[in-house]
């Protein structure tokens, strides 16, 4: 078969497998946390709702450093490498840098992001702002300005709620056919009878495909050691997981396990670089 034809082939096939995995790649978890958990991680507000839900991002303590790799279906051109920084901002105000890259030089995602979120007494608020560059080959390049903002209550001790939207400028993708990117709406909740015990339910709805359902559970073992498990309707996924916690160190790993196709791949290390002292503490993120 000749370069150029094995090329068109190649992303043809790409395009099939992605459609019909009917994944996003924008909008699925990231982090081990969320995807040990089908993803089922809109109403948490730990370190990688710079990534899930900027909204959760000012219920932390701990600047951090985030980075994780992500390949879907073990294809060699599925893979996600994400990397991104949060700090304090102002009293109860806390900012994410990040970047993810997802592809191959046939077709590529880079999105860059910038987010902050604010708490004032048990709820808190963000948005983010992203910049997307999708690549084709032959085909050339697209840029565009995506926008998300999302939410995270504490409702009583042991129950949250998280609510998240993407996209909702409906940014236009190509003047044909008026194409756009997904618009993505989630909202889900939180219950923690035990500072060692997560259940999360969500839902899920792109503007364009039937809505998603998503149960997530979450184990603390041990101080250093939790384990993750869920579910996911549309398509049907299953998903495990769990975390290292050494010191101001943590690395995971996260399988998520498709209807049809080859499982999925994720490792993230999370390092937490200073404490704010200004930032109120919570028992539970």
């Known amino acids: 078969m000749q370069p150029y034809l094995r090329r068109q082939v190649l992303l043809l ?3 099939i497998v992605a459609s019909f995995s009917k994944a996003q790649w924008r909008t699925t978890g990231i982090g081990v946390r969320a995807v040990g958990m089908a993803n089922a991680a809109v109403a948490m507000s ?3 709702a710079a990534f899930n839900n900027i909204g959760g991002l000012a219920w932390n303590q701990q600047a951090t450093l985030l980075s994780a790799y992500d390949n879907r279906f073990q294809l060699a ?6 990397a991104g920084l949060i700090g304090p901002v102002y009293r109860n105000s806390w900012a994410a840098g990040t970047v993810a890259r997802f592809g191959d030089p046939l077709f590529n995602e880079t999105i860059a992001s910038l987010g902050a979120s604010h708490k004032v007494a048990n709820y808190s608020i963000g948005v983010r702002m992203n910049y997307i560059q999708i690549g084709i080959e032959g085909l050339g390049t697209r840029r565009l ?3 998300e903002t999302g939410g995270v209550g504490q409702l009583t001790p042991q129950l949250w709620i998280g609510a998240h939207i993407f996209n909702f ?3 236009r993708l190509a003047d044909f056919q008026d194409e756009r990117l997904p618009t993505i709406m989630k909202i889900g909740i939180s219950y923690r009878p035990h500072s060692r015990f997560i259940l999360n339910l969500e839902g899920e709805k792109d503007i364009l495909l039937p809505p998603r359902t998503k149960v997530g559970l979450e184990y603390r073992l041990v101080n250093s050691l939790a384990l993750r498990t869920g579910i996911a309707t549309q398509p049907h996924t299953g998903a495990f997981g769990l975390s290292l916690y050494l010191k101001k160190l943590e690395i995971g790993y996260a399988l998520a396990i498709h209807q049809y196709l080859l499982p999925c791949h994720h490792l993230a290390l999370r390092y937490q670089l200073f404490e704010n002292s200004s930032t ?4 539970a993120r």
């Open 13 to 15: 096939v790409g395009v």
């Open 46 to 48: 730990d370190e990688w």
């Open 77 to 82: 051109g599925f893979q996600t490498v994400v």
């Open 145 to 147: 300005l995506a926008f």
């Open 169 to 171: 400028n409906q940014a």
């Open 280 to 283: 109120e503490k919570t028992a």
